[in-house]
């Protein structure tokens, strides 16, 4: 088999920085909150792409810990949209087979949004089409570090043995831990960076870069970036040649 086309072409699981909202209205001499509203349309077209294309899972990142640091007017721009997004979507996510949850810290989210938010992940549980997690109030090393937290706690009250903790145990007390990590990471916005994002869950996912604004993302870009994860060759430290054989040694089956 050829390596540089691993049978395994389409990605498990995609996370994806929704960026460029701001610009794309600047662009237009409008504020930045109608740039949020065009960029939400762009997200229904990525949950749609995920489910033609047999994607089971899809991450996106909405909402920074550190967005909250924005102006008062735009963070309120951005909770009015989301609260909006809840109120209208979730029957037809439900409808469609989908299963959200949401991932980051939502202490800091109004008692408003937080029974949306839970009531949305009650209602769509037992979906299986799509895991759709919406990473809202989330931050890479606040995650890594509640996880932490979470371990200190089972050494103290001794259901741990500080030998106990290692890259399993940490693993499992991040978020998204049920999942296969991110095959494909996607950041539109033309900025080349990880911002925050999943830090400890991307150590092996093929990251895509591209210029186009959030809210202008189409369905042939999105083509391309599953094109490109088709040829690119995931090797885990591993030589190539291990992974050529070990894909020889069992036909169909990628390597995770
Ligand atoms: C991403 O778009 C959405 C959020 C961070 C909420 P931005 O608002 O960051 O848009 P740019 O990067 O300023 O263009
Ligand atoms: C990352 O984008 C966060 C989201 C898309 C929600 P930012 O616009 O906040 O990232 P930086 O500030 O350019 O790194
Ligand atoms: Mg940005």
Redesign the pocket.
């Known amino acids: 088999m050829n390596v540089s086309t691993p049978s395994a072409s389409i990605p498990r699981h995609v996370a994806v ?3 460029g909202n701001g610009r794309w209205a600047a662009r237009r001499r409008r504020p930045r909150a109608i740039g949020h509203r065009a960029g939400a349309r762009t997200v229904n077209l990525c949950i749609d792409f995920c489910l033609a294309r047999g994607i089971g899972a899809l991450t996106l ?4 810990s ?2 909250w640091g924005r102006p008062e007017e735009e963070v309120g721009a951005l909770m009015k949209l989301f609260v909006g997004a809840l109120d209208r979507e979730v029957d037809e996510l439900h409808r469609r087979g989908v299963r959200l949850r949401f991932i980051g810290d939502r202490r800091r989210f109004s008692e408003a949004i937080r029974g949306r938010m839970a009531a949305a992940e009650a209602r769509t549980a037992d979906n299986t089409r799509l895991t759709l997690t919406v990473a809202a109030s989330y931050g890479g090393r606040q995650d890594i570090a509640m996880a932490a937290r979470s371990l200190a706690e089972d050494v103290a009250a001794g259901r741990l043995r500080p030998d106990e903790v290692d890259e399993a145990a940490l693993g499992a007390r991040v978020a998204l831990a049920d999942l296969p990590a991110p095959d494909l990471f996607i950041r539109t ?1 033309g ?1 080349l ?1 990880i ?1 925050n ?1 999943l830090l400890w869950q991307l150590a092996y996912t093929e990251l895509w870069f591209t210029e186009t604004l959030w809210p202008e993302l189409g369905i042939e870009e999105l083509e391309q970036a599953l094109g490109a994860y088709a040829s690119r060759e995931r090797r885990f430290g591993l030589t190539g040649e291990q992974i050529a054989n070990a894909q020889d040694a069992v036909p169909g089956e990628g390597h995770s």
Do not use: W, Y
């Open positions: 920085i929704m960026d990142f909405a909402f920074s550190e967005n916005g900025d960076r911002s994002f």
